[in-house]
């Protein structure tokens, strides 16, 4: 089945393996996403003896969500990476005004923030990114 996208096409209106290829990857990475952010509240909360396999859960977690993002990006063509590439800029600036802020709260406030938080913001900010972008193209 081809896979064809033009501009002004729908987004919902994709079909094919291809398609079917990048719901299943998104679908990897985001249950990746969710479930690494669970392991890393946990490892914050629990006692010392849970901690590794904690830490082993969330390695293995966070490497079947780098697949899985890794599998959507080469399931792209040319317009869609474009629309990736938007994403990527808008979860890139947005993180690092986040991790700046982060710094000021720890510095003027005294209060520490878990280094866990800032991927899984980068990952909230590709993804409204990524709606935003797919839908400037519609």
């Not at 079909?15 to 509240?41: D, E, H, N, P």
């Not at 982060?102 to 800032?118: E, K, Q, T």
């Not at 913001?121 to 839908?135: D, E, H, N, P, Q």
Request: charged share 15%; net charge positive.
């Amino acid at each position: 089945m081809s896979y064809f996208v033009r501009p002004g096409d729908s987004m919902g209106k994709l079909s094919g393996t291809f398609a079917r290829k990048q719901w299943l990857a998104l679908l990897v990475f985001y249950t990746a996403s969710l479930l690494f952010a669970i392991a890393a509240a946990l490892i914050e909360r629990e006692a010392r003896d849970h901690r590794l396999p904690l830490l082993a859960i969330a390695c293995v977690v966070a490497t079947c969500g780098a697949v899985g993002l890794f599998q959507f990006f080469r399931t792209t063509d040319e317009f869609r990476q474009n629309i990736n590439r938007k994403a990527v800029q808008f979860a890139f600036i947005g993180s690092l005004l986040a991790a700046i802020a982060f710094a000021l709260l720890h510095s003027f406030v005294g209060r520490d923030v878990s280094p866990y938080v800032l991927p899984a913001f980068m990952v909230v900010l590709w993804s409204i990114g990524l709606f935003f972008s797919a839908r400037r193209y519609e």
